[in-house]
């Protein structure tokens, strides 16, 4: 059974650029949601992903975008990256059947260096 | 906005301590998780909590919720240099908001042989 899958695993940018990540949720789960976490702290909410439409989001700029496509896969696109950009960012997969108790199961993650 | 503190932040002990992570808010969560994360990976769901008052065991891990569900902790006992990684909190309000998820700053814990 394949876990959460993330890629690239590291990428270096420069200011001003745009990167794309991509993450493949666990087999049977439908809802794929973002975190970033800068280096020493714990992981911050971006957005969620549900039938295709984002249906939460944390407190993120709009340079932050993200789709899901009908294999419940998702990306996440951030544009004029800025230096703060520079992070882990981690894919969660969850199911609707697991909604009460909120558990998430995360990839390894893209770390992003932003110079 | 709902925060959850951890503390301590670090933690270096010997091999076959004791150590506890507390894990506080004001705010009332639906579930309570803790993650275990190792340098360059995501974080692995060691248990959930539920129920104000739970008490669960994993082995050496006791994990608890609060009974007003707005706090935890987690007991390891006779720590081994395996158990070294960041801890992570994480509460959840659950229902439409589920997978969304408010994560503390983490602990890190060092065990030495």
């Known amino acids: 059974d394949a876990g959460v899958t993330q890629s690239p695993t590291h990428l270096i940018k420069t200011r001003g650029q745009q990167v794309t990540l991509r993450c493949s949720p666990k087999?049977?789960?439908?809802?794929v949601s973002w975190y970033q976490q800068a280096l020493g702290q714990g992981p911050q909410f971006i957005f969620q992903?549900?039938?295709?439409?984002?249906?939460q989001r944390g407190n993120f700029p709009d340079r932050f975008s993200g789709h899901q496509f009908p294999n419940y896969s998702s990306e996440l696109n951030v544009n004029a990256l800025l230096l703060g950009d520079s992070a882990l960012y981690l894919c969660?997969?969850?199911?609707?059947?697991?909604?009460?108790?909120?558990?998430?199961?995360f990839g390894e993650g893209s770390r992003l260096t932003v110079l | 906005t709902q925060l959850l503190e951890q503390s301590p932040q670090f933690l270096s002990i010997q091999e076959g301590e004791n150590l506890t992570v507390y894990c506080n808010s004001s705010?009332?969560?639906?579930?309570l998780q803790w993650y275990r994360q190792e340098p360059g990976e995501g974080p692995v769901l060691l248990v959930t909590v539920v129920t104000g008052g739970e008490v669960k065991k994993l082995k050496r891990l006791t994990f608890q919720f609060g009974d007003a569900r707005k706090d935890s902790s987690l007991h390891i006992t006779a720590a081994q240099p395996g158990d070294t990684g960041l801890y992570l909190c994480?509460?959840?309000?659950?229902?439409?908001?589920?997978?969304?998820?408010?994560f503390g700053q983490g602990t890190i814990l060092t065990v030495h042989p």
């Open positions: 087999s049977g789960h439908d809802t």
């Open positions: 969660a997969s969850s199911s609707l059947r697991t909604a009460n108790t909120g558990e998430l199961f």
């Open positions: 994480a509460g959840g309000t659950g229902g439409t908001s589920y997978g969304k998820l408010t």
């Open positions: 992903y549900y039938e295709e439409e984002e249906r």
């Open positions: 705010s009332v969560f639906s579930s």
